[in-house]
């Protein structure tokens, strides 16, 4: 099983910054697509970004030009730097992964395991 550890979250003025980071367990990292995904209550969960094996990315166009997804294969770690943060941003954010190549990165179904998930408010 794989296990999806989010950290990084908190409490920022909008236009501050935050480092999402999510650490994968029990996985062969690397070749895994992965996601990050976001909530607020009584609204459907939203795809913020994604990256395939190869590092090729997919944004939302809420977050682009502002959000940036890497991975850090030798440490089995994603991440999502979020720059310019708006109240807007304000959700529960989750980790998401699938052992394979996904045919739509930002659509929740398409993943299987999920982390936790991680508060990020952002004050005005």
């Known amino acids: 099983q794989v296990q999806l550890v989010e950290s990084g979250g908190g409490s920022v003025q909008a236009g501050g910054s935050l480092r999402l980071s999510c650490v994968a367990s029990?996985?062969?990292?690397?070749?895994?697509?992965m996601g990050w995904f976001r909530q607020t209550p009584g609204k459907q969960r939203e795809g913020v970004a994604g990256?395939?094996?190869?590092?090729?990315?997919t944004y939302a166009n809420s977050v682009k030009g502002r959000f940036t997804i890497s991975r850090d294969n030798a440490r089995d770690t994603l991440h999502l730097q979020m720059n310019s943060l708006k109240p807007g941003d304000a959700a529960m954010y989750y980790c998401?992964?699938?052992?394979?190549?996904?045919?739509?990165?930002?659509?929740?179904?398409?993943?299987?395991?999920w982390g936790q998930g991680i508060e990020v408010t952002v004050s005005s």
């Open positions: 998401a992964a699938y052992a394979a190549p996904v045919s739509q990165a930002l659509e929740s179904g398409e993943y299987k395991a």
């Open positions: 029990g996985t062969t990292f690397s070749t895994f697509s």
């Open positions: 990256i395939d094996s190869d590092g090729r990315t």
